[in-house]
């Protein structure tokens, strides 16, 4: 069972417990206000991802201007959207399905709870978007599918086909041979990068293949 811890700050973060001396205390105390939720970058490395930053503050500054009470819900002690005065509620929680659907059903005990943000937050969050969707969660703004078109290749160029945009000659491989034969009818240089990996620093994903022999050289 999982005890929150309340602090002296905004701060709140939680631990298992097993009760041993009666029921285990709940000290996250929502309150009765409307809000909105923010899902956060998770864990960045310092200079890494402060565009993700920046729009979970701002969100967060916007809808407290519109009057909503923000909860933040992020894991990086080296963000601004982790600071004390960002957020009014702010949960130092990793970003998992597991730990982001039990803070939900606490704040939803109390107030109302309008929906997630989850499109500011970069891959992480992004990721979480399904599992939200099937817990009845209300997402604002960009929805899961909409994320799902974006982040999937193959129905992303069917969509450029549909609309007649012009688009980089691409092909989707499923296994070694079928990378060979697509590389082969494009033409070199190519650029390899998986499917679902929408926010994720290109310098990770990425590569640039000049020849065949670069392409199955690691």
Not at 20 to 30: H, K, N, S
Not at 98 to 116: P, Q
Not at 131 to 144: N, Q, R, Y
């Amino acid at each position: 069972m999982r005890r929150r811890i309340r602090v002296a700050t905004a701060y709140m973060y939680s631990t298992y417990e097993m009760p041993f001396a009666g029921r285990v205390a709940d000290e996250a105390a929502p309150s009765d206000k409307k809000k909105v939720v923010i899902l956060g970058g998770g864990p960045n490395r310092i200079g890494q991802g402060i565009e993700f930053d920046y729009c979970c503050c701002h969100a967060c500054f916007a809808l407290k201007e519109a009057g909503y009470e923000t909860i933040m819900i992020n894991c990086n002690p080296e963000t601004v959207s982790t600071d004390y005065d960002t957020s009014d509620r702010l949960y130092f929680e990793p970003l998992t399905a597991e730990d982001v659907l039990e803070i939900l059903d606490t704040e939803r005990k109390n107030g109302t709870l309008h929906g997630v943000i989850v499109q500011f937050g970069g891959q992480t969050p992004l990721k979480l978007a399904e599992a939200l969707e099937a817990a009845d969660v209300p997402i604002l703004g960009t929805s899961p599918d909409a994320i799902d078109l974006a982040e999937d290749r193959d129905r992303f160029k069917q969509l450029l086909e549909q609309l007649k945009l012009r688009q980089p000659k691409s092909g989707i491989a499923t296994s070694p041979e079928k990378a060979r034969a697509i590389a082969e009818s494009i033409g070199y240089p190519i650029v390899i990068r998986p499917s679902y990996v929408l926010a994720a620093a290109p310098w990770r994903s990425c590569t640039i293949v000049t020849s065949s022999t670069a392409m199955w050289r690691g």
